[in-house]
Each structure stands twice: as C-alpha cells, then as structure tokens.
C-alpha cells in the first residue's frame, strides 16, 4: 500500500494518495508498533501526501512526530530522518509558523538537534 502511495504522489494524485498512505499507516502501526522502520516511512509518506496539497499543520505535525520517533529507533543519519527534517523545514519555510497539538507557534520553538520542541515534549 506505500508503494500505492508513493506512485499516486508522484503521479500528482495526492488526495488519493492521502487515503492510501492513512490506510497504509493505520496498519503498520497496528502490525508493527509505531517505531518499526517501515510504520516510520509509511507516517513519512502520509505527511508527504498532506504536504503536497498545503495541509501544512497536518503535515507539520506527522513530520515532527515521525522525526522524534526516527531519531530515537535509526539515529541522525538515514535517508528518513533526513527526509522528515527537510519536511519540516519546508513546512516551517512556507508557513513561518507550524502547529503543535493544533495551534500554531512560530517555526523557531523547534529544537533541531534535540528533534523536539524547546523547553517541552515532542507531543506536549
């Protein structure tokens, strides 16, 4: 079903996209656990799709809460945690601002090099 996805993204379809990579998600993290390398880049592909049609708080938000996840379970380094990074840092470029738990703070309350928002949680 990533797969799906994927190609639906690419292919510019992302709303189909959306409910592939939602379904997709749902049962990796119900097969697999939430920080199995392959529920991590299927939350990563569910983000992409909800960025790709400016649902930015959204995408925002799965971002920053696979990358906390990414770098805890494969470390700083992997094509993934670089990809949710970028991600993110594109959502914070375009909005100069992101959601946290649905309400938006400014871009930089974000800790990069902690992977989690400052003086809290990721999930606070």
Not at 60 to 77: I, K, P
Request: charge should be negative; aromatic fraction near 10%; charged fraction near 25%.
């Amino acid at each position: 079903m990533s797969n799906l996805a994927h190609v639906l993204c690419r292919r510019g379809k992302y709303a189909e996209a959306e409910q592939v990579s939602r379904e997709a998600l749902a049962l990796m993290e119900e097969v697999l656990g939430n920080e199995h390398p392959s529920t991590l880049a299927s939350r990563h592909d569910f983000a992409l799709a909800l960025f790709q049609q400016g649902k930015y708080p959204e995408a925002a938000d799965l971002y920053s809460q696979n990358l906390g996840m990414e770098q805890e379970v494969l470390g700083y380094e992997p094509a993934y945690t670089l990809e949710s990074m970028s991600g993110l840092a594109d959502v914070f470029f375009l909005t100069k601002q992101v959601s946290r738990g649905g309400k938006a703070v400014p871009a930089d309350t974000w800790d990069w090099r902690k992977g989690s928002w400052k003086g809290a949680s990721i999930n606070a």
